[in-house]
């Protein structure tokens, strides 16, 4: 999977002249937290978020009362306090890759660029949507966590195993084990029971972690 199949586009920007005031408002209708910040030929030169804007605070402010504030708030734009040095990613990147990229920054969202023309926005709640599909989250089952070693063909046993009780593969997800030599997967099946899925894997694992009947409302 990669970032352009998953990233919002067109995108929703604004400019450094806008205020802060502005800004927030704006977030506000759009239902959105950040904005990549253009010029006016549409190059990006920054990102802004919402907490950007709400942490605005005039240097004066401690000295000026609520009105005087206010105004000065409404001075304040954009350009002053976004941030100049974006991290961005591009269509063809890999979807791990850019998940990646935003945890080791520590940021929520990433630019995406085609050459030098903003094309879209990936962003954490992108990949959240993700792990719900690959974790079958959404749709009802046994799920099975278990460990087992990790070598090649231990998936394809697992897997294997559902396909000759006549189950279904919903979702899947692999870890790193307790041990060196071990993996944590975790699976959402459908068309078994769940006393007969661990009844049947229990040979071919480390250790069941757990296994429970998920319902969805």
């Known amino acids: 999977m990669l ?3 998953r990233m919002t586009s067109p995108v929703l920007t604004i400019t450094p002249d806008v205020s802060i005031q502005d800004g927030l408002a704006r977030m506000k209708r759009d239902k959105v937290r950040r904005y990549p910040v253009v010029d006016k030929h549409g190059k990006l030169i920054g990102i ?3 907490s950007d804007l709400l942490n605005a605070k005039p240097s004066e402010a401690t000295t000026l009362n609520v009105w005087e504030i206010t105004s000065l708030l409404a001075k304040i734009t954009v350009e002053r ?3 100049e040095k974006v991290i961005t990613t591009t269509e063809d990147c890999p979807i ?3 998940a990646r990229v935003m945890s080791d920054n520590e940021i929520s969202a990433l630019p995406v660029m085609r050459g030098k023309s903003l094309v879209g926005m990936i962003t954490e709640t992108d990949i959240f949507h993700i792990l719900l599909e690959m974790m079958g989250a959404r749709m009802p089952g046994v799920r099975l966590t278990v460990e087992v070693l990790n070598k090649p063909g231990k998936l394809h046993e697992l897997t ?8 279904d593969l919903a979702g899947l997800a692999a870890n790193l084990g307790t041990r060196a030599e071990t993996r944590i997967c975790t699976l959402k099946v459908q068309g078994v029971k769940l006393e007969t899925l661990r009844d049947a894997v229990k040979p071919v694992t480390e250790q069941i972690i757990d296994v429970r009947n998920m319902e969805i409302d």
């Open 96 to 98: 791990e890759e850019a």
């Open 160 to 167: 294997g195993i559902i396909q000759k009780l006549g189950g």
């Open 3 to 5: 970032v352009k199949e």
């Open 81 to 83: 306090v976004m941030t």
């Open 48 to 50: 802004v978020t919402e």
